[in-house]
């Protein structure tokens, strides 16, 4: 089943990249006492999540921590090296490039896709308040309208 608005966030981890290496970040820890945009995309380097989909939501970073939102979250069932290489690429800055390594987040909140590269994030935006998702912006596969960051501002 889709997670949807009203839900807790299913218990899980991600990793990211720090200083000293990859780290495992617990779900429940991360989005406690705080709210959180969770934008997620198919795949990094691809032409729609490098070319509009992540640029959008590095310009407008300072616009969502007027709206109150603590933090921005980049998701992709990817590794956290490549999570980290395309977040430098896109000078994300402060925006935390999450990687579900084997999917198993994304498999748990009903959010994956199949395609020609096997596992894949669906596209879409979220706001999560103190681990509850307030909002859900779900794309239909190969569509990028609703989770654009122009849209989820507007939403807020």
Not at 76 to 100: F, L, P, R, T
Not at 108 to 137: C, H, P, T
């Amino acid at each position: 089943m889709t997670i949807q608005a009203g839900d807790l966030l299913p218990h899980g981890q991600f990793q990211v990249m720090t200083d000293s290496g990859p780290q495992d970040i617990d779900v429940a820890e991360f989005f406690a006492n705080k709210r959180v945009v969770v934008m997620a995309v198919p795949g990094a380097f691809t032409p729609t999540c490098s070319g509009a989909h992540l640029p959008g939501y590095v310009q407008h970073y300072d616009d969502f921590l007027t709206k109150g939102i603590d933090s921005i979250v980049c998701l992709s069932v990817n590794d956290v090296y490549v999570m980290d290489a395309w977040g430098k690429d896109q000078g994300v800055g402060a925006i935390v490039m999450a990687a579900d390594v084997l999917g198993e987040f994304t498999l748990s909140m009903g959010l994956e896709m199949r395609g020609k590269f096997g596992l894949r994030s669906r596209r879409y935006a979220m706001l999560v308040d103190n681990g509850i998702v307030q909002q859900m912006w779900l794309e239909e596969p190969g569509e990028f309208s609703i989770s654009a960051a122009e849209q989820v501002l507007q939403s807020l």
